[in-house]
């Protein structure tokens, strides 16, 4: 690709050869029109300017000026630009729930925990989604529970999702009103912040902590 820069060198080039003598310019200075019949000899006999040396260069390079010849020069740097990617952003997290029944789930949710019901897909569903908040959960349909009694019996604090609340005081005693089955009460957590975890219909371990 033509650069500007290298070209202002030709034409400095072409001056200099054009003091030191060098036959070869003659046949370059003749593309001008108005210096098309002189020899060599006459046209280094010529006071030679830069600029017409930028003139040469510009019809050498297709351009009818130097001027022109530095406008196109400026467009096609313009959109051989490379494209810079848009910073890629995590927008949220879905952390997936494996439930025996979609539907069930789904309900559980809503009625015991306030969740609202995004979708759930399938006859009968397979996969679905519930969300309160800025908090989202998919449910996916498994015929065999994931974490068995005896693993969680063995491995302490086996969440399924943990889930940021502002107030969790409150939601603790909202659940609490709703009969939920609490795997733990709300606590003071060693970390500084308050937590409790709720077992859903598959006894997976929901955590909710502020």
Sequence with gaps: MLN???LKKRAKMLVRWHREGNHSVGGRI?????YRKLTDMQALALKFSLSEAHEIIALEAGYESWEALKSGLSVVTKRAQPIVPKASVIKGAAPVVFVANVQDSAVFFRDKLG???????????FYGSVSRGAARLH???VHEPVITPEVREREEDLLSAFLDVDNVKALFAEYRAAG???AQPLRKEPWG?????VRDLDGNWICFAG
């Design 4 to 6: 500007l820069e290298n």
């Design 30 to 34: 003749r593309k001008l029109p108005r």
């Design 115 to 125: 969740f609202a019901i995004d979708f759930l897909h399938g006859q009968p569903p």
């Design 139 to 141: 449910l996916r349909f």
């Design 180 to 182: 939920v089955d609490f």
């Design 193 to 197: 912040g308050s937590a409790f975890i």
